[in-house]
Structures are given as structure tokens and as C-alpha cells.
């Protein structure tokens, strides 16, 4: 596609609900991460794939948090019982590259989650 | 963790006027990465300089590292209402992959 596609765009779920959200990256990018970004605050990483491998899950907050990439495309984030404290835009960013900082990242609109 | 943090955080500037924003970190670093995020939407990266780097320029920004500072700014010339947004930096250390935003700087531009 032309770019990163995040969906839905907007969530809402009662406390202890689960959630899944999906990442649609860019074709043929290799790496896709995650990222976690509070109102007001700059993007906090969660986790990060090269290809289908989770290279990297350590901004993870607890193990209700999962992240998979089973085909090394499209990525899903799960979140299970979810908490008020989970309400916050989830992005989700592709790049060519296959390091966190070598090439620019291609991020999607995010998804806002709202906790209630 | 390693994070950058810019300074200062709001700007409100007139439309025609530069807009300058800092950014420092703590560690050494591969690179800085400077990003604009519009309200509601993702982040889109504008320009990359590496720390053997100085200075680089994309048509009206231009970007400063000065590693023996560990801070780095970004300069937006001749600045136009689009151009209204929150900026952040964002650092690879050595040794560590993971890239780190700071908290932003958010800039309005009055037509």
C-alpha cells in the first residue's frame, strides 16, 4: 500500500476487556515496531519486529501485552484486561532498514484507545 | 533510558518568521532524527543526520548536531501556517537499537 495502515482508528473498551489492534506496514519493509504515545508526551517504544522475529519486546509494560507478526507483514497488538492506564494512541511504524535508526521510519495514524 | 528532550516545548510564531527548537540527549549516538506530528496523525520524519555530521539542510529546515554538546536543533525558515505541529527528536544510542522520541515541541504558526 502507499503507506503504514492502522485500524480501527478508534477503540473503546470497558476495563478488562481485550483488544487487538492491526498494522498493515509498508510492502517489502522489513522492520515494524511499536510504539505507545500518552497525550501530551513523545511516542514510548513497546516492541519491534524484523520480519516475522520479535527482536525486541523490552518497552512492553506487562505481560498483558502482546505483539505478533506471524508472516512478517501484518502486525497485531494485543492487549489483554485492558486497564484505564492502557488508554493512549498506539503507532505503528515500518522501515526499510533492518535497525532502529538506520532509515526513516514510516509510521500510521495510530490508534487511540480509550479505557473506560 | 536515552531520550531527547526539546527545548523550548511551545512556540507561536508569525507566518514568515524562523522557528528554532533544541533537542539534547545524554548518550553517544548513531544518529538524530527529527519527526512532525499534526494533531491526531501519525509522525512523519523529515530529516536524518548522522553523528559524523554537522549540519544538513531539506529545503527549509535545517538541522545542527553538535555531539560534543549532545544537542542537535532544527530550524524552520520562513515558516508557513502548515507548518503548525508538534516536532520531535529522536536518538539511536550506540549500543542500543531502540530509537527514542522526546517529549516535543509543539509550534503554531499564526497566518
Known amino acids: 500500500g502507499a503507506g503504514v495502515s492502522q485500524s480501527p482508528r478508534y477503540k473503546v473498551a470497558k476495563r478488562g476487556q481485550d483488544v487487538a489492534l492491526r498494522c498493515d506496514p509498508i510492502s517489502g519493509h522489513v522492520s515494524l515496531f511499536w510504539y505507545q504515545q500518552a497525550l501530551g508526551q513523545g511516542p514510548e517504544f513497546l516492541t519491534y519486529?524484523?520480519?516475522?522475529?520479535?527482536?525486541?519486546k523490552s518497552g512492553l509494560p506487562s505481560d498483558r501485552f502482546f505483539a505478533e507478526r506471524p508472516e512478517g507483514s501484518v502486525s497485531t497488538l494485543k492487549i489483554q484486561r485492558t486497564q484505564q492506564e492502557d488508554s493512549a494512541v498506539y503507532l505503528c511504524?515500518?522501515?526499510?532498514?533492518?535497525?532502529?535508526?538506520?532509515?526513516?521510519?514510516?509510521f500510521g495514524n495510530g490508534t487511540r484507545l480509550t479505557v473506560t | 533510558s536515552q531520550q531527547g528532550e526539546e527545548d523550548p516545548q511551545a512556540l507561536s510564531i508569525q507566518e514568515g518568521e524562523n522557528a528554532t527548537m533544541n533537542c539534547s540527549y545524554k548518550?553517544?549516538?548513531?544518529?538524530l532524527q527529527w519527526y512532525r506530528q499534526n494533531s491526531g496523525r501519525g509522525l512523519v520524519h523529515l530529516i536524518l543526520i548522522r553523528s559524523n555530521e554537522r549540519e544538513k539542510h531539506s529545503g527549509r529546515l535545517r538541522v545542527t548536531l553538535d555531539t560534543s554538546k549532545k544537542s542537535s536543533s532544527l530550524l524552520i525558515t520562513a515558516s508557513r501556517a502548515a507548518d503548525t505541529a508538534s516536532y520531535f527528536c529522536?536518538?539511536?544510542?550506540?549500543?542500543?537499537?531502540?530509537?527514542?522520541f522526546g517529549k516535543g515541541n509543539q509550534v503554531v504558526v499564526i497566518p
Open positions: 519486529f524484523q520480519n516475522e522475529a520479535q527482536l525486541d
Open positions: 511504524a515500518s522501515s526499510l532498514g533492518t535497525g532502529q535508526g538506520d532509515s526513516p521510519l514510516h
Open positions: 529522536a536518538t539511536v544510542s550506540h549500543g542500543n537499537n531502540r530509537l527514542a
Open positions: 548518550t553517544s549516538i548513531n544518529n
